[in-house]
Structures are given as structure tokens and as C-alpha cells.
Nanobody, 121 residues
Framework: QVQLVESGGGLVQAGGSLRLSCAAS????????MGWFRQAPGKEREFLAT????????YYADSVKGRFTISRDNAKNTVYLQMNSLKPEDTAVYYC??????????????WGQGTQVTVSS
């Protein structure tokens, strides 16, 4: 069992930056790949980025490639999403997720409760 808690969301102007954090419980964090997703009102949950358990492999959605960076600190049981050059269309609830496999679909085993990111124009 893995419990995930996101933080770092908020209101930011277009062009600004935010760093989201996701703290995981348990001593098995280093065994899981971690992913970030988002969901805007009326839209499906969208894959953003994923990182392998060791941290040496990452994948990004085209919509955020070059603007967002996923990273993890296994000593702190935490995964991060650095978001730069934010746009109003990035407004959504952002979720972190954990799975034994490195996947890009929204079928992860464990999910956080989400954190709201709002980008004003």
C-alpha cells in the first residue's frame, strides 16, 4: 500500500513557474515508478510525465515536453514536477500516481488526492 499526498499547487500568472511535490508513505517508494497527471473540468485525465523507480528514465507528454520536469528523491520518498512557462490551458487538478511499471496510461495502482493549479492570463 502506498499513500500519496500532493502539494505546491496554487494560482500563478501565465509565464510563471510552480513546483509540485508528492510525498509517499511507506518504505517501498523506491520500488515504484511515479507519474504525474492532470484533469481539467469536463476533460479526461491526461498523462504528463513519468519517472522510473531508479530515476534514470523519464517520459513526457508532447504538451509539456521542454516546460515540465519530473524528478524524484528516493531518500525523501518524494517526486516533483517542476512546471515552467505556464499557460492558462495548464489549469487543472494535478495528480501524482505510483505503479510498479513505468507506464503512460492512467492505470496506475495508487493515486493522490490532487492539487489545484490555476494559471491566469
Amino acid at each position: 500500500q502506498v499513500q500519496l499526498v500532493e502539494s505546491g499547487g496554487g494560482l500563478v500568472q501565465a509565464g510563471g513557474s510552480l513546483r509540485l511535490s508528492c510525498a509517499a508513505s511507506g518504505r517501498t517508494f523506491r520500488r515504484y515508478a511515479m507519474g504525474w497527471f492532470r484533469q481539467a473540468p469536463g476533460k479526461e485525465r491526461e498523462f504528463l510525465a513519468t519517472i522510473s523507480a531508479s530515476g534514470d528514465t523519464t517520459y513526457y507528454a508532447d504538451s509539456v515536453k521542454g516546460r515540465f520536469t519530473i524528478s524524484r528523491d528516493n531518500a525523501k520518498n518524494t517526486v516533483y514536477l517542476q512546471m515552467n512557462s505556464l499557460k492558462p490551458e495548464d489549469t487543472a487538478v494535478y495528480y501524482c500516481a505510483a505503479d510498479p511499471l513505468l507506464i503512460v496510461s492512467a492505470t496506475y495502482d495508487y493515486w493522490g488526492q490532487g492539487t489545484q493549479v490555476t494559471v491566469s492570463s
